[in-house]
Structure formats: structure tokens, C-alpha cells
């Protein structure tokens, strides 16, 4: 039986009709509904937020503290909230440090934890250094064997890929190249542990694999009871946690680039090129650690690096004396060792072989300057970035001569780029100044007791991610520790949120309002 009702040209025209209304509808209703957009930037500082919070969470319990007791009672076998929110804060202070890579401490590291304390240290540094978010991204591309869109953002804010299609290749790289480096110093340093200071087997690992590791990552945190003074000595020990610390803040997009790049070969289609910013970065860093490592080192040689004598040397070398001779030499070329290390290690790590209470103050303000350039993009360290100096200095200097644009070896940069450079030299300087006014506020005794300059070193350190200290860390009051653990949040995410920000934001020019002269200088 049929019961197909037979519709009217008129009720079918109804229907149509109703229908394309409907459609109407529904398409304005999806054109007004809010859009709901995947903001690396917000996962990135939450990623941190939940690291910081674990690892605070894991430090204070009875396996992480060397007294096997809850830290909130090693200072009193009676529980009080005054001791619960010391010891909370400490050690959310020493997970904020090595979760954004670094390495200010309130506590001696070496004694104040156990070995899953240092254990979970490690992990902050690591999972800091790589961000949580890659890590999960290199799981679902093994997993589906691709980066989904929002692993694609991720990747390049964290390691300033400018293409989607090379956030798979970029990521798996990275991963390789991280692990490669951390193994290679690791064994180098196990052979300086094992055979040069007669450390056991299982402590040769252990400090060989927690030393390479921070300084890869660019955290300067170590399991000596005084940092690196202990192996001060030790000129290998030296270049090597230096050579660490500085390919760690390279960058991964140099390091690919290098990679894939054969100077060796005839063929220019496999040969490959050196990109312009890899360029910038590579001479940049040298000049920075050469030049900047003889101007430390010829600061410091008869003031902190004069912690051995050196004998005569032209009268042993008259007498033919050759072990005289050597002697001063190989006294010589450790100071000069060390001034080059402590002076790249600056730059990023918190590492001292030197103790910095004997440091001078030109050598100090040197630091500093180091301190808030920082490394290069897409790498473990922070700071304004080698790259972004670089364009600040080529952007003064085009507009000092009146050129429209800003070239550099034939290539122009564009202006964008340059707008980016300023605004996070402006937030860099705004972060610095605003946190030293408020420690001015907030710390009189320390400013008493030790000066001015100390507590903004001690910014500027935090802010630039880097972790030296001027000894002044632990003396900070709460409010001093909450201070620097948000400025060093702000240095780790801050500019790489600018900077995406400004790189994802587009603004088209429909208006032009008419122009005004304005008088400055």
C-alpha cells in the first residue's frame, strides 16, 4: 500500500523555501557564535603552572627531604603553619627555578634533599627545558604519526618554526638532538667523575647524568655542597659543562640547520646554506663568550680567579727550568679556562667555578648585561635573546644613517620583525625595573646588609632565566622568594608569548588618520 502523500508545486515551493530559511539561520548562527581558537600560549603557561605545582607537591614529602621527614619539620618536631608556609614556599621557590630552567636556590641542594629529591629535580629541569607540551606532542606523532594543529603551534612558539610543515621534522629532531648531547656529556663527565676524582661507580653516573642534563638545559643547579667551586681545578670539567650550556642555548633551529649543512660538497642542490639567522646566532654567541670571556677574564684575573698563585715564569724559563715552566702554564691556562667558562655560563647557567662573593663590581655589571641577553630563540635559555640585540643594533643604526629599510648581508629584515625586537626589549627593561622597585620596597635589611646591587642581580637573573646569585637568594623575605619565583615565570614565558602574539596578530590599515609632527629627543 502506498502512502506517499503527493505534495502541491506550491507546498514543495513552501517547503524549499522554509528550508533555505532555516539554513540561513543556522549559517548566521554558526557565523555568531564565538569561536573557541587553541592558545599555545595559555597551555604553555599552564603546562608550567601544573610542573611547578607537582614538583613542589613531590619535594616536600619525607622521600624528598634528606631528614626523611616532612619539610615543614625539619625545623621542629611540632607542626606549626609559620614552619608549613616556609618550607611550602622554599620548595615551591626551588620548583618554579628548575621547572623554568633557572637554578636560584634557597636551600643547599646537595644536603637540604635526598636522592628522589634530586631525582625529582631533574625531572622539573628536564621537562621544563623541553616544556611538557613537546613531550606530549612527541607522543601523539608516534602515536598517529603526525603533530596535530595544536602541537604544530606549540612547536613552533617553543622552537620558532616558521612553517607547519616542519613542526613534525623540527620536534623529532629535537628530541634527538637533546638526548644525543646530554648523553655524549654525560659520559664525558663520568670519565672526569670516575678517573680524574676517584667518585664510585653508581656516584659517577648519577652526578655525571644530573650535571649534563643541567647544563644542557641551561639550569645551573648541581649536587656540589658550593656549585662547581669543588672542580675548579679541573680545566676539562670546565669546558665541557661550558660547551653544554652553550650548544644547549643555541638553538634547535641552528642546530638542524647546521646539520644539514655540507660545505664540503660540490653540489649546491645537497650542500644546503647557512640561514641568515643562523648566521646572526653562531657570531653572536662567539663574540659574546670569546670577547666577552678575555674582558671577564682580564676583569677577574687578580680578584676571583686569583685562587691559585702563579709562580715566576721568565726566570724558570732562563734557567731552563721546564717543569717550573709548565708548571705556571698549566696555572695560567686554568684561570684562563675558567674566566672563558664562567663568562659563556653567565650567559644562561647558573654555574659558578668561582665563588661570587668575590667577583668586582665592573665584572658584576658585565654579568648583568650577559645575563639579560640570554641566549638565542628556540632554546633552553632565556633572556632577550642574541637575535633580538642584534636587531635592535642594525635597527639604530639604519635609522641613525636614514635608510628606509634594515639590511643585514644582503637581505632585508622586515619591519614586523624589528617591531618585535623593540617590544621585547621593552618588556624585558619594564620587568627588570618593576621588580627591583618592589624589592627596594620589600627588602630593607637585605638592602642594608649587602647594598643595592645585589637585588638587582638578583632580578635580572630571574628574569633572564639564568640563576646566578650574589649569595643573596636565601636571605630574601617570603615576599622577596614570591617575588623573584613570579619574575622567573614571567622571564621563562613572557617573551615567547610576545612574541607569538605579535607574530599570529593581523592588522589591516583601512583608516589612515592624517599625520602630526612630534618633537622628541
Not at 3 to 17: A, D, F, G
Not at 93 to 116: D, E, Q
Not at 343 to 355: C, D, P, S, V
Request: hydrophobic share 50%.
Amino acid at each position: 500500500m502506498n502512502n506517499t502523500v503527493e505534495q502541491t508545486p506550491l507546498e514543495s515551493k513552501h517547503i524549499r523555501l522554509r528550508d533555505t530559511t532555516d539554513m540561513a539561520a543556522l549559517k548566521s548562527e554558526i557565523t555568531l557564535r564565538p569561536k573557541r581558537h587553541f592558545d599555545p600560549r595559555k597551555m604553555m603557561a599552564l603546562t608550567f603552572l601544573v610542573l611547578i605545582v607537582i614538583g613542589t607537591v613531590l619535594l616536600v614529602t619525607p622521600w624528598a627531604q634528606a631528614s626523611g621527614k616532612w619539610a615543614w619539620l625539619n625545623t621542629s618536631p611540632v607542626f606549626s603553619w609559620h614552619a608549613f608556609f616556609h618550607a611550602v614556599l622554599d620548595n615551591l621557590f626551588m620548583a618554579t627555578s628548575t621547572a623554568c630552567v633557572t637554578g636560584l636556590t634557597v636551600v643547599n641542594v646537595a644536603t637540604y634533599y635526598s636522592t628522589f629529591g634530586h631525582a625529582v629535580l631533574l625531572c622539573c629541569i628536564q621537562l621544563g627545558g623541553l616544556s611538557l607540551v613537546t613531550i606530549g606532542t612527541l607522543i601523539v606523532t608516534i602515536l598517529l604519526g603526525r603533530v596535530p594543529v595544536s602541537g604544530e603551534d606549540q612547536v613552533m612558539i617553543n622552537y620558532g618554526a616558521n612553517s607547519l610543515n616542519r613542526a613534525n621534522r623540527l620536534l623529532t629532531q629535537t628530541i634527538c638532538y637533546v638526548f644525543s648531547f646530554e648523553c655524549i656529556g654525560a659520559i664525558l663527565l663520568f670519565c672526569r667523575h670516575y678517573w680524574a676524582h676517584g667518585y664510585d661507580l653508581g656516584k659517577s653516573i648519577w652526578y655525571a647524568g644530573f650535571h649534563a642534563v643541567s647544563a644542557f638545559c641551561n639550569a645551573g643547579v648541581s649536587l656540589y655542597e658550593n656549585n662547581l667551586v669543588a672542580v675548579q681545578h679541573d680545566m676539562l670539567y670546565s669546558l665541557i659543562i661550558a660547551t653544554l650550556v652553550t650548544i644547549g642555548g643555541i638553538g634547535f633551529l641552528v642546530l638542524a640547520n647546521l646539520f644539514h649543512y655540507r660545505p664540503w660538497t660540490k653540489d649546491l642542490r645537497d650542500r644546503g646554506r647557512l640561514t641568515l639567522h643562523s648566521r646572526i646566532v653562531l657570531w653572536t654567541t662567539f663574540y659574546l663568550c670569546f670577547a666577552g670571556g678575555l674582558l671577564f677574564t682580564a676583569l677577574e684575573w687578580n680578584h676571583s680567579l686569583n685562587f691559585t698563585e702563579i709562580p715566576p715564569f721568565w726566570q724558570p724559563l732562563l734557567e731552563h727550568n721546564w717543569a717550573a715552566c709548565w708548571e705556571s702554564i698549566s696555572i695560567a691556562g686554568e684561570r684562563l679556562c675558567v674566566g672563558l667558562s664562567q663568562a659563556a655560563i653567565h650567559r644562561t647557567a647558573g654555574f659558578n667555578f668561582i665563588e661570587m662573593a668575590d667577583i668586582t663590581p665592573p665584572a658584576n655589571l658585565l654579568s648583568v648585561f650577559f645575563m639579560l641577553v640570554g641566549g638565542s630563540p628556540g632554546s633552553m635559555a632565556g633572556g632577550l635573546k642574541t637575535t633580538t640585540l642584534v636587531i635592535l643594533i642594525l635597527t639604530i643604526r639604519a635609522y641613525l644613517r636614514g635608510a628606509p629599510t634594515v639590511h643585514l648581508n644582503k637581505r632585508t629584515i622586515s619591519d614586523s620583525i624589528c617591531r618585535e625586537a623593540m617590544v621585547i626589549i621593552f618588556y624585558y627593561l619594564l620587568m627588570v625595573f618593576t621588580f627591583y622597585f618592589i624589592l627596594l620596597l620589600t627588602e630593607a635589611a637585605l638592602q642594608a646588609e649587602m647594598g643595592d646591587f645585589v637585588l638587582f642581580y638578583e632580578v635580572s637573573s630571574a628574569i633572564g632565566t639564568v640563576g646566578l646569585s650574589l649569595n643573596a637568594t636565601p636571605l630574601l623575605s617570603p615576599t622577596g622568594k614570591c617575588l623573584i619565583s613570579l619574575a622567573m615565570f614571567l622571564g621563562r614565558i613572557g617573551p615567547i608569548s610576545i612574541a607569538f602574539m605579535m607574530a599570529r596578530r593581523e592588522i589591516s590599515h583601512r583608516i589612515r588618520y592624517p599625520e602630526e609632527t612630534i618633537t622628541v629627543g
